[in-house]
């Protein structure tokens, strides 16, 4: 089969796509990732990745839609923009890749299509061509509620379709007891951030408690849980890593148990971790989750708020505005043998869950 994997252009959207692609790839079929612009950042997962929107700025499209509506940028900031933000910004996402995505299709002529709620654009080819399009959820929101409310109308009107079908199958990747029970095939999210070389010092875990302090990797708005962190490290008994530090942190003066890296792979390193910080991306929602450490989690823009809020809610991991983490926040992140057995119980109930290898059979067979 010629399977055709589509993602908005961004890494932390395509990345949760890769173990499904990898596996498929695996079991023999040609595998072909459609994205843009910060998405092909993947292209050391092993994947194949097209460009289907060259020249594409996200941020130039977010700003538009941001000036166009500022009520909903109020409230997009403060993680409370809910679908009606995405419904519009990812609408004129979509607008933008359709065509270069139907024009991929078209071209290579795939079996099968597989999508991210955020990604329309690769339901619209599957409908135009007329082969099945599956749904893979790739965060904590329901896949198939932020699908429906992205704004598809000019492009399928463009590409002469009516509407687009029902999936052909949906993948779950929440952990139920984080998002409650949903419709649709559980598949295990096994975290990804690519390849690349780890330092034998952060590959060993230290005598002492090791806290990870990760930030986004898309510039944008919301702050950085590093300063704060840096502020409140010498009062805490643990080594404090900093994951790609802005520039300002990074020549800042720093506590002698605070250290930092560059670009890692970070679901490399988590193993030796006691605990991580970070700003609630669902990469990292998912990465610690899939480790079973506490998280401390600083609302956000998008979903970050909403992610915090789950993590808070499941009782493995504390969400906590960037600016305002203590020395005390981070002492119990990693002595909290409640948050613990919390995270634990996370980590088994995803472990339970079908790997990406056991949906191939059922992925090949789909009408």
């Known amino acids: 089969m010629r399977i055709l994997v589509v993602s908005a252009p961004l890494l932390g959207h395509l990345l949760p796509l890769l173990p499904l692609a990898q596996a498929l790839r695996d079991a023999g079929h040609d595998v072909l990732a459609a994205t843009a612009e910060d998405g092909l950042n993947a292209r ?8 289907v929107a060259p020249g594409f700025e996200f941020g130039r499209i977010a700003r538009r839609i941001m000036l166009r509506h500022p009520l909903l940028a109020r409230a997009e900031l403060a993680g409370d923009g809910g679908l009606r933000t995405v419904s519009r910004l990812f609408g004129a996402v979509n607008d933008r890749i359709a065509d270069g995505v139907v024009a991929l299709a078209d071209r290579w002529k795939p079996d099968l299509v597989i999508h991210e709620p955020l990604a329309a654009a690769g339901a619209l080819a599957a409908a135009r ?69 780890v330092p034998d010092w952060l590959a060993e875990t230290p005598e002492r408690p090791r806290i990870l302090v ?40 720093m506590p002698e148990n605070v250290r930092t890296v560059d670009w890692v792979p970070i679901n490399a390193i988590l193993p030796t971790c006691t605990a991580v910080v970070h700003h609630g991306g669902a990469g990292s929602i998912f990465g610690a989750f899939a480790t079973g450490l506490p998280q401390l989690v600083t609302p956000g823009p998008g979903d970050r708020k909403f992610n915090a809020e789950r993590v808070a809610e499941r009782g493995a991991g504390l969400a906590l505005p960037a600016k305002r983490i203590t020395a005390a926040d981070l002492t119990r992140l990693i002595t909290d043998g409640a948050m613990k057995e919390a995270a634990t119980e996370v980590r088994e109930e995803i472990q339970a869950m079908p790997a990406p290898a056991d949906l191939v059979p059922r992925l090949e067979n789909l009408p």
Do not use: Q
């Open 44 to 51: 050391n997962g092993g994947i194949e990745i097209e460009d």
């Open 214 to 253: 990760s930030r986004s990797t898309v510039n944008g708005p919301g702050a950085s849980p590093m300063p704060a962190v840096v502020a409140a490290a010498s009062e805490v008994d643990a080594e404090i890593v900093l994951v790609r530090p802005d520039a300002k942190t990074a020549s800042s003066a």
């Open 129 to 197: 061509r007329g082969i099945p399009a599956v749904l893979h959820e790739n965060a904590l929101f329901d896949g198939p509620e932020v699908f429906g409310a992205t704004r598809m109308a000019a492009p399928l009107a463009r590409h002469g379709v009516a509407a687009l079908p029902p999936a052909a199958a949906t993948l779950t990747i929440a952990p139920p007891s984080v998002v409650g029970a949903r419709d649709g095939l559980p598949m295990r999210c096994e975290p990804f951030s690519g390849e690349g070389e």
